[in-house]
């Protein structure tokens, strides 16, 4: 079945960098997209933070844009966050997720991983 397994996130100072990795398998056909949405402290919706489809245009969450970077190794199931210049707003658990179907959405989802970033 699909799995994803991610890793990296921890805590850092306002102005420091992470990054986010996150490996997919279980699909033969691959994954059409990927990405990043996270979820903030008390909210239950969670919010997008990168997209990267196959072939397609990369999409960043308005507040990210020009501080982090979304990427995808060809041909691998393995999408990459590159998180800098870092806010305390940024604080959230982030989850990894893919599109096995070419559905549009992101349908499986990793276990989640905790970012906090101090003042």
């Known amino acids: 079945q699909v799995q994803l397994v991610e890793s990296g996130g921890g805590s850092v100072q306002a102005g420091g960098s992470l990054r986010l990795s996150c490996t997919a398998s279980?699909?033969?056909?691959?994954?059409?997209?990927m990405g990043w949405y996270r979820q903030f402290p008390g909210k239950e919706q969670r919010a997008l933070v990168a997209?990267?489809?196959?072939?397609?245009?990369?999409v960043y969450g308005a507040s990210v844009k020009g501080r982090f970077t979304i990427s995808r190794e060809n041909g691998k199931n393995l999408v990459v966050l590159q998180m800098n210049n870092l806010k305390p707003e940024d604080t959230a658990v982030y989850y990894c997720?893919?599109?096995?179907?070419?559905?549009?959405?992101?349908?499986?989802w990793g276990q989640g991983s905790q970012v906090t970033v101090s003042s």
């Open positions: 997720g893919a599109d096995p179907d070419g559905t549009g959405r992101l349908t499986y």
């Open positions: 997209r990267i489809p196959d072939g397609g245009r990369i």
């Open positions: 279980g699909s033969s056909n691959g994954f059409k997209a």
